[in-house]
């Protein structure tokens, strides 16, 4: 403890407009932060002032990130800024490493009021890249609308944060360091945590190790190679993996965190993670997974780079729940997906007969159904699946959720999803992201879009291209009504729906940190045609879904940045 009492200081500001938090918290270039007077300091005390004084003196707090550029320099600013603000003790990763998945954990093992995650998810770091801060809450998940929103409120009004400039914190030991503060009767603790213990305890209890160290390391043992993309999951992967469930130090790849994620895109998608595809082609390995920067995406591959779609991977999951200890104890309670994700996992929830929701992109939607007791399994398509043990999709628990099913059926990952698909039928879908669109065209765009789908007229509509004629059933701007608290959320994305359940989806995507992404999602089911190629199949939809858009001609763009 130091010998005299810090200084707090309370130091006036000004506001800046633009710190709308999106679905996944607050995103802006590295930039942003460093070269626009308090930009950060604004932001985290509008956090810490979106919270009831009384509920923030003497509270506990979890800070982490996933090891980018300005994670350390941002930590620093937060701690110092959480004791001004009377939090009374601050729980830390060691280096301030901390996976989204982990402190989403965290949050909830030490009942804490909240967490900082300092993650731009699967977008670029380093000096050039992306920095981004989410606030989860108390139930471990990201923020409701309603929480965020004030957030924005206070930092266009904001005119002083308060800070203590001379705490110093050793990131570097494990341990508590407690500090005195002037005009503090208790002394403010912080504690840095081992970043993986805690997590690495909570999936000793969900799922069978036992049977998957037999799997991985026993007599007949499968071969993985697992990329964590130099991003937070790598410790992880070599504790949990690695040293407790035996696979070869050598079939984890890039398990380093590095600040620029080695200079590549930490998203794991068949674009982004090629080390992986490319060393999964010869088909020495039997399965494989990526991770993006902060841990909660997934990417599975079977063997030769057979590809399973996340729409594809959540149904699955929910067919085969029961090889997970965790569910045989608790009971399957429903599944979820976000609108735009394939219908495959309704079918599944049809099947056995389990209640199904729909909600928007976010996972703070799926985390109210979990609080109130409805959701156990839920997915998304932009590569997250998760369970109820945390409030956040969770990259590793996706992963041995799948090595569970392998384990338990004793059949390849192209045999189980062919399997699937014999039994359910197969949706077809794929996404096309064009990034950095201006977005006033963007905007533009939408609004024409939405006039048109939304006149009577449109309904009945039929659209041929080729052999195939599409009639329109249904066309709207997906609204969603919580079944826990009735809240309402508006324009989640326009929906064509044709008389064949195939849709098409357009969203305006808020988790960049520049320009507009839009994206088109196209969702198209088979009973007979399942062993086809993606593309080909749903060639007509994306036809009519550039044709009724306009995209190329509105936004300038030849063609799609990113399909997936």
């Not at 500001?13 to 460093?34: E, I, M, N, W």
């Not at 609108?339 to 976010?362: C, F, H, N, Q, W």
Request: with cysteine; hydrophobic share 40%.
């Amino acid at each position: 403890m130091e010998n005299s009492p810090l200084q707090v200081l309370t130091v006036p500001t000004a506001p800046y407009p633009d710190q709308r938090p999106g679905t996944s918290g607050l995103r802006k270039k590295v930039y942003v932060f460093q070269s626009r007077r308090n930009y950060l300091h604004n932001f985290i005390q509008s956090i810490f002032s979106s919270i009831d004084l009384r509920d923030r003196q003497g509270s506990t707090m979890v800070v982490g990130g996933d090891g980018r550029f300005f994670n350390p320099a941002a930590i620093e600013v937060i701690v110092q800024m959480a004791a001004a603000n009377g939090v009374g003790r601050m729980i830390i990763g060691h280096h301030g490493i901390l996976s989204t998945p982990a402190i989403s954990c965290l949050i909830r093992k030490y009942k804490a009021i909240g967490g900082i995650v300092l993650t731009a998810s699967h977008n670029p770091g380093g000096p050039d890249g992306d920095f981004g801060i989410k606030f989860n809450t108390a139930n471990g998940g990201p923020a409701k609308e309603a929480v965020t929103s004030k957030i924005f409120q206070i930092s266009r009004t904001i005119e002083e944060f308060a800070i203590c400039p001379g705490l110093r914190v050793d990131l570097t030991t494990l341990g508590k360091q407690m500090f005195d503060l002037e005009n503090k009767f208790k002394p403010f603790t912080v504690e840095i945590v081992d970043s993986v213990e805690s997590y690495a305890n909570l999936l000793r209890n969900i799922f069978d190790f036992a049977a998957l160290k037999e799997l991985l390391s026993g007599k007949n043992h499968i071969k993985i190679r697992i990329d964590a993309m130099h991003g937070v999951a790598g410790p992880y992967v070599r504790r949990i993996m690695c040293e407790e469930l035996g696979c070869p130090v050598n079939s984890a790849i890039n398990c380093v965190p590095l600040e620029d994620f080695g200079g590549q895109h930490p998203d794991p998608n068949p674009m982004y993670a090629t080390d992986l595809v490319d060393s999964m082609r010869d088909g020495q390995y039997d399965f494989g997974a990526a991770f993006d920067g902060d841990g909660d995406r997934n990417m599975i591959l079977g063997k030769r780079g057979f590809f399973v779609t996340p729409s594809d991977s959540v149904a699955v999951i929910a067919d085969n729940i029961f090889c997970i200890p965790y569910f045989q104890h608790t009971g399957v309670r429903g599944f979820a997906r976000s609108m735009p994700t394939s219908a495959a996992l309704d079918r599944v929830a049809k099947a056995t007969k389990i209640e199904l929701y729909e909600t928007p992109t976010g996972w703070k939607f799926f985390g109210n159904l979990m609080d109130a007791g409805m959701l156990s399994l839920c997915g998304e398509e932009s590569f997250g699946t998760g369970g109820d043990h945390i409030r956040e999709k969770d990259g590793l628990w996706a992963v041995l959720a799948w090595l569970s099913i392998l384990a338990t059926r004793k059949q390849s990952v192209e045999d189980i999803l062919k399997d699937h698909w014999l039994k359910y039928g197969r949706n077809y879908f794929t996404r096309y992201d064009y990034e950095n669109v201006d977005i006033d065209a963007a905007c533009e765009m939408m609004e024409d879009l939405e006039i048109m789908i939304s006149d009577k007229s449109f309904v009945k509509q039929r659209f041929a291209v080729e052999d195939k004629i599409y009639q329109v059933e249904k066309a709207n701007n997906f609204e969603y009504t919580d079944p826990v608290d009735s809240t309402i959320s508006r324009n989640q994305g326009l929906r064509i729906i044709f008389s064949d359940g195939s849709r098409i989806i357009y969203r305006l995507s808020g988790t960049g940190s520049d320009g507009a992404t839009v994206r088109i999602y196209i969702d198209s089911y088979e009973k007979e045609q399942i062993f086809e190629d993606t593309q080909v199949i749903l060639a007509p939809l994306a036809t009519i879904a550039l044709k009724i858009s306009q995209l190329h001609h509105r936004t300038g763009r030849s063609g799609p940045s990113l399909i997936t």
